[in-house]
């Protein structure tokens, strides 16, 4: 899609009033919450992202482009999160995929025509149809980079190479020089490995787990823990335990690597053969926005390469629009061959993060629910 097109669709050159309700799809469906139609432009924009998420060079061009005066909060958690884009507080969202699927089950997100998003179809497919962003056949996210979580080790110190997760959780390889991020999504990490590594217990989503797959997963962390040199939040906090000898191996974004490689660290991350998970960011709609005008013209905004190339080299991420490599390649050379971003094999050996649910996708409502994911954990990284 042109420029231009793109531009135009941002700056109001689609005509018609914004509708919410009921209106009709192009198979002639009704769609509640769905708008089909964009109106004039706002005055604001109020939006939920991770902090230095949003450089200037993003925000800044679109307030010139559409006259709305863009702020920006820090993320709160996912149930307060919901809460205020149910009421209309907030207009949008970057949710990653444990919180995207809940804000779609609490009906704080609207469905998204994505007609109204002209940049929309050359986002990468498999991208197009995370869990975290589709419900009941419906998009609610745009997608605008994304990362895996890769098993991390250092190269001074690990013969051989590793080729499984299977160091990472015993208590011999590395004992008490590991790093763990210090979220829920470990257990799915757990039960990414145990998929493998014990067939019998039947797993085939790590996110979607029976109370017996999930006592497994939480088990072989419990294990684990006390091999764990540090839980980690910030990424930072990892690659300064890398250099200074703390850990050895870890789980790790490709972003982290890079900057340890940068400083001269034998540190090297690969994704192992049971395969990894993987987060995304995808910008969503409050269900009851007051500024429905500026977050639709925001949703076709993001979604353009130029943009996609900003917000990834400000994550150290992969953009979601292969199109941004024109620019990322020249702000540093081979950046989309490092992050894979047209490598449908490796894509396909991740596994995206997305919210837990009673739901099992497959009509049984025994699986084990996001809350009790948070208790766990929290217990496990306590100890």
Same mark, same amino acid.
Request: charged share 15%.
């Given at each position: 899609?042109?420029?231009?097109?793109?531009?135009?669709?941002?700056?109001?050159?689609?005509?018609?009033?914004?509708?919410?309700?009921?209106?009709?799809?192009? /198979?002639?469906? #009704? $769609?509640?919450?769905?708008? *089909?139609? =964009?109106? &004039?432009?706002? +005055?604001? %924009?109020?939006?939920?992202?991770?902090?230095?998420?949003?450089?200037?060079?993003?925000?800044?061009?679109?307030?010139?482009?559409?006259?709305?005066?863009?702020?920006?909060?820090?993320?709160?958690?996912?149930?307060?999160?919901?809460?205020?884009?149910?009421?209309?507080?907030?207009?949008?969202?970057?949710?990653?995929?444990?919180?995207?699927?809940?804000?779609? /089950?609490?009906? #704080? $997100?609207?469905?998204?025509? *994505?007609? =109204?998003? &002209?940049?929309? +179809?050359? %986002?990468?497919?498999?991208?197009?149809?995370?869990?975290?962003?589709?419900?009941?056949?419906?998009?609610?996210?745009?997608?605008?980079?994304?990362?895996?979580?890769?098993?991390?080790?250092?190269?001074?110190?690990?013969?051989?190479?590793?080729?499984?997760?299977?160091?990472?959780?015993?208590?011999?390889?590395?004992?008490?020089?590991?790093?763990?991020?210090?979220?829920?999504? #470990?257990?799915?990490?757990?039960?990414?490995? =145990?998929?493998?590594?014990?067939?019998? %217990?039947?797993?085939?989503?790590?996110?979607?787990?029976?109370?017996?797959?999930?006592?497994?997963?939480?088990?072989?962390?419990?294990?684990?823990?006390?091999?764990?040199?540090?839980?980690?939040?910030?990424?930072?906090?990892?690659?300064?335990?890398?250099?200074?000898?703390?850990?050895?191996?870890?789980?790790?974004?490709?972003?982290?690597?890079?900057?340890?490689?940068?400083?001269?660290?034998?540190?090297?991350?690969?994704?192992?053969?049971?395969?990894?998970?993987?987060?995304?960011?995808?910008?969503?709609?409050?269900?009851?926005?007051?500024?429905?005008?500026?977050?639709?013209?925001?949703?076709?905004?993001?979604?353009?390469?130029?943009?996609?190339?900003?917000?990834?080299?400000?994550?150290?991420?992969?953009?979601?629009?292969?199109?941004?490599?024109?620019?990322?390649?020249?702000?540093?050379?081979?950046?989309?061959?490092?992050?894979?971003?047209?490598?449908?094999?490796?894509?396909?050996?991740?596994?995206?993060?997305?919210?837990?649910?009673?739901?099992?996708?497959?009509?049984?409502?025994?699986?084990?629910?996001?809350?009790?994911?948070?208790?766990?954990?929290?217990?496990?990284?306590?100890?």
């Amino acid at each position: 899609m042109a420029a231009a097109v793109v531009l135009a669709v941002i700056a109001g050159g689609c005509n018609g009033s914004s509708t919410s309700g009921a209106p009709a799809t192009a /198979a002639g469906t #009704a $769609v509640p919450g769905m708008r *089909t139609h =964009l109106g &004039p432009p706002e +005055r604001t %924009l109020r939006l939920l992202a991770v902090p230095g998420s949003l450089p200037r060079s993003v925000i800044g061009p679109f307030q010139a482009q559409t006259g709305c005066r863009v702020t920006v909060a820090g993320l709160p958690g996912a149930g307060r999160s919901a809460r205020l884009l149910a009421s209309g507080s907030v207009d949008g969202i970057a949710a990653t995929g444990d919180v995207g699927t809940r804000l779609i /089950a609490a009906g #704080a $997100v609207a469905p998204l025509d *994505t007609d =109204l998003i &002209p940049e929309y +179809r050359d %986002l990468t497919p498999a991208l197009q149809n995370l869990p975290q962003d589709t419900a009941n056949g419906l998009r609610y996210g745009v997608p605008v980079v994304w990362a895996a979580q890769l098993l991390a080790y250092g190269t001074a110190v690990t013969t051989p190479v590793p080729q499984s997760w299977a160091g990472f959780f015993d208590d011999r390889t590395f004992p008490g020089e590991v790093a763990v991020h210090d979220s829920a999504m #470990a257990i799915a990490e757990a039960a990414l490995y =145990l998929k493998s590594a014990r067939p019998s %217990l039947g797993i085939s989503d790590p996110y979607e787990l029976t109370p017996a797959q999930f006592s497994a997963a939480t088990g072989l962390l419990a294990r684990q823990h006390a091999n764990v040199g540090l839980y980690w939040t910030h990424p930072m906090a990892e690659i300064r335990a890398f250099r200074r000898g703390i850990i050895v191996a870890g789980d790790i974004w490709p972003g982290q690597v890079r900057r340890l490689q940068a400083r001269g660290e034998g540190v090297r991350a690969l994704v192992p053969a049971e395969g990894a998970t993987a987060w995304a960011v995808s910008w969503m709609m409050s269900s009851h926005p007051d500024d429905a005008n500026c977050m639709l013209r925001w949703l076709a905004y993001i979604a353009t390469p130029i943009v996609q190339g900003h917000a990834a080299y400000a994550l150290d991420a992969a953009p979601a629009n292969s199109h941004a490599c024109v620019y990322l390649d020249q702000r540093k050379p081979g950046y989309c061959t490092a992050n894979h971003v047209t490598d449908g094999g490796y894509l396909s050996r991740l596994a995206f993060w997305k919210g837990p649910k009673r739901d099992c996708g497959n009509g049984k409502h025994v699986c084990v629910a996001a809350a009790r994911w948070t208790a766990a954990w929290r217990s496990l990284s306590a100890g």
